[in-house]
């Protein structure tokens, strides 16, 4: 692992410039929230507008300014063509559909990749004025107070939330309706908001007990891991295996107690059943439990 390669006052060098570059271009985009003109469409379902633009040259160029050797990753720009150790991948508005319908839920992220390893994460939310933090040397921070995830060892009592990506319409994608629908019926809930970075940030601030989804982005998924690891969490793959923020595969994020009961589920294997509940605390409803009969 090259992160004994870094001090912390260099990941805190680093951290600080992101997240000044982060809460500026939010700041920014902000103004035009649920406001935005020239929407183009990357997709039948996939926008951009000119805020998603303006955040990510703000940003590039804050970095650019401090760090000119390192190499940058863009969602609307793509990837420089500089050779470096050091890699800011940056999505300016994860979250572009809400922001457009001005539904308020999407986040500003940017993290930074060492020797194939994200070593930092910095996610700021504008509506909230939210700015969570995190990097190898130090832990997951909201406002810069200290985050966890949630102590939640069970699939019964867990909230859990996802998404769909924006090939889910062409088919060159899973659609995720099979696995959306094993855990409803295992877990309290299954949230759906729009901002996968923002869904890991709430898994590390112990808002929910897991987050998984399909086809992600590096930019998708880089700033948002780290801090929920630093948090106490759990990132990988449906394997198992750690995450590779460039497979495209699905990825599983958990407060860790549940992790292995979480994907078991997600692939139908095991999951919650009445019996595991005390009678006098089931629900009288009917429930058509997920296979399996533990937790």
Known sequence: MPTHLLSSKDLDRFLNVAARAAVRAGTAAHKRFGKARNIKRKGAIDLVTEADKAAEKLIRAAIEKKFPHHSFYGEESGRDL???????????????????????????SIGLVFQGETVLGCVYEPLTKSLYTAHTKASSK???????????????????????????????????????????????GVRRDGSAVLDLCRVAEGAVEGFWEYSLAPWDVCAGG??????????????????????????????????????????????WHPSSVPSGKRPSVNIIPCAGTRT
């Open 226 to 271: 780290i801090i929920v690891q630093k948090a106490g969490g759990t990132v990988s793959g449906l394997d198992g295996k750690p995450y590779d923020i460039h497979s495209r595969k699905c990825i599983v994020a958990s407060n860790g107690r549940v992790h292995g009961k979480f994907i078991r589920a997600l692939k139908g294997r095991s999951a």
């Open 82 to 108: 500089r050779t470096s150790e050091f890699v800011w991948v940056v999505d300016p508005i994860d979250g572009t559909t809400n922001f457009v319908h001005g539904y308020p839920f999407y986040a500003v």
């Open 142 to 188: 909201k406002n810069g107070r200290v985050i966890h995830v949630s102590r939640t060892a069970r699939l019964i009592d867990s909230l859990m939330i996802t998404g769909f990506y924006y090939n889910v319409m062409d088919n060159t994608g899973y659609d995720n309706m099979l696995e959306f629908n094993r855990i409803v019926k295992c877990t309290q």
